[in-house]
Structures are given as C-alpha cells and as structure tokens.
C-alpha cells in the first residue's frame, strides 16, 4: 500500500496564494504520474495538476497560469504552487499517484492508483 499525506491548506484571500504539499510514502515501486485534483461541492472531481515521471506536465484550463506543480522525487513529494487564487478555486484538494505494474511481478502487483485524504482550500471574496 501507498501512504499520501497532503499539507498546506487553508484560507486566503482572493488574489493570494498557497502551496500544497503531498508525500507518498510506503510500498512505491515506480511511480507514473502524481497529481492534484479538486471537487467542490455539487461538482465533480476534476483536473488540476499532473506531473508523470518524465517531467511532463499538464493543467486544467482553469489554472493555468496561476498554478504550478513540481516535484522532489528524492522524496517522493509533489508540489502545487497556487498564486492569483480566486474565490471559484475553493475546493477539496486531492493529491493522486498512479503506479506501473511490477517489472518481474505484474500479476502479482498490478499498477494501481492511490488517492490522499484532501485538504481544504477556501478563498475568500
């Protein structure tokens, strides 16, 4: 199993800025892509952010240009810088980690798809 622990939520006002942190830890034995995602209430999960192995990048429409994602893969530790917030990016931040298969092992350990706890990301007007 895969262990991600999201931080860095909170209240700001419009026009500020946040940054979330996520730290993976426990059974990780490549990781493929790590993300953001958000839902606020009465919509669905979407997109924010997503970093894959290779340092490719991409964004929801929404946040480009105002978000960035980086990573420390030292860490296993995913970034998501949020300037220019505006009260519309208020949400459950989800932190996302997608794993290949094992090499030698695929039956046995399968790719698989972990999701964080959220944190709260309230902007205010």
């Known amino acids: 199993q895969v262990q991600l622990v999201e931080s860095g939520g909170g209240l700001v006002q419009s026009g500020g800025s946040l940054r979330l942190s996520c730290a993976a830890s426990g059974s990780i034995r490549s990781i493929y892509a790590m993300g953001w995602y958000r839902q606020a209430p009465g919509k669905q999960r979407e997109l924010v952010a997503r970093?894959?192995?290779?340092?490719?990048?991409n964004y929801g429409d929404s946040v480009k240009g105002r978000f960035t994602i980086s990573r420390d893969t030292a860490k296993n530790t995913v970034y998501l810088q949020m300037d220019s917030l505006k009260p519309e990016d208020t949400a459950v931040y989800y932190c996302?980690?997608?794993?290949?298969?094992?090499?030698?092992?695929?039956?046995?350990?399968?790719?698989?798809?972990?999701w964080g706890q959220g944190t709260q990301v309230t902007v205010s007007s």
């Open positions: 996302n980690l997608d794993q290949r298969p094992s090499v030698l092992y695929p039956a046995l350990y399968p790719a698989s798809n972990y």
């Open positions: 970093i894959y192995s290779e340092g490719i990048t």
